[in-house]
């Protein structure tokens, strides 16, 4: 009896792949945080088809989040229901063909810009200051120091849900302020951006301006990066400054005394910890300047003690 009502584990209902399948695999070291829950599954794909085999045989019913390399992400303490998919190794690659560098959607921004100075082209330094992978950049339209991924972006792969491969461009992503027009559910696989021709050395002056200012103005702790989008005309730390906001906290979770808009783990903050600082930051705000913050940290997953099993049959 005790047999027959024992709940399926949701990996013996997933399509067979050439990656690997994992359950019950902590989140909390692989974002910036350090907070949060347990993935149900992990999906570590081995290549793009195999990441097309798993969506196209996928039961409906089962959530698919992606993350990168958790840099703007807040997964909550009872962790993330259903399949977390990583990228591998297989989506880091980086290539150049004349002004053209196209890079696979696990690549981190920065070896991005690297391999744009060492190729002599310039355009892509802001992304010495954009912390993340270039799936991750496409998708928010991510931007640091007047320059975006809508100003760079030729096209991108992405897969939709019943594993299809698509090819998009900027018009097709309708890029917004920290915003694209991504399909829910489709998973960018790379992406082409454009620079132009200049000297690498030049290029290399300015990606050091830009990782010298981001070292003295950003904080170095567990952080999220810039927790709220900047609202039109105005920014989100200087709303969040005249609201006395600077330096406060909930339990372990600090708005930084460095830059306002960043949230810090100081050593023993729970993702409910930060994610409560960050509507009591919104609620003062609305309340000393009627501006309502949007969250740019994206937040995943369900709070402690609820059930995780979003798959299981």
């Not at 794909?45 to 989040?65: K, N, Q, S, W, Y």
């Not at 992606?66 to 980086?94: E, H, M, Q, T, Y």
């Amino acid at each position: 009896m005790a047999a027959a009502l024992k709940r399926d584990s949701l990996i013996d209902r997933l399509p067979v792949v050439r990656g690997v399948y994992e359950e019950n695999v902590p989140l909390a070291g692989l974002t910036w945080f350090r907070v949060g829950g347990p993935a149900e599954v992990v999906f570590r794909p081995a290549d793009e088809d195999d990441l097309g085999t798993f969506l196209a045989g996928r039961p409906a019913d089962v959530p698919i989040t992606i993350i990168g390399v958790g840099s703007n992400l807040l997964v909550r303490d009872g962790g993330v229901p259903g399949v977390v998919i990583r990228l591998s190794r297989a989506f880091a690659k980086v290539g150049v063909s004349g002004t053209l560098v196209t890079a696979g959607a696990s690549t981190p921004d920065v070896n991005v810009a690297l391999a744009a100075r060492d190729a002599g082209l310039a355009g892509l330094e802001f992304l010495r200051g954009v912390p993340g992978t270039i799936g991750g950049a496409v998708k928010m339209n991510a931007g640091a120091y007047g320059r975006e991924m809508a100003d760079v972006l030729t096209e991108a792969i992405a897969l939709a849900p019943d594993g299809g491969c698509h090819v998009l461009t900027g018009f097709d992503l309708a890029f917004t302020y920290r915003h694209s027009a991504l399909p829910e559910g489709w998973i960018i696989t790379s992406a082409t951006l454009r620079g132009t021709p200049d000297e690498p050395a030049a290029i290399a002056r300015r990606m050091e301006d830009i990782s010298d200012q981001r070292g003295a103005t950003q904080p170095k702790s567990r952080t999220g990066g810039s927790t709220f989008k900047n609202p039109p005309g105005q920014k989100a730390w200087q709303l969040i400054d005249a609201a006395g906001c600077r330096g406060i906290r909930v339990g372990g979770a600090q708005m930084s005394e460095l830059h306002c808009n960043f949230i810090i783990n100081t050593g023993d903050a729970t993702a409910r910890d930060i994610e409560a600082l960050g509507e009591d930051v919104r609620r003062r705000v609305l309340e000393n300047s009627g501006v309502s913050l949007e969250w740019e940290i994206m937040r995943i997953g369900v709070p402690s003690g609820t059930p995780l099993q979003g798959g299981a049959s």
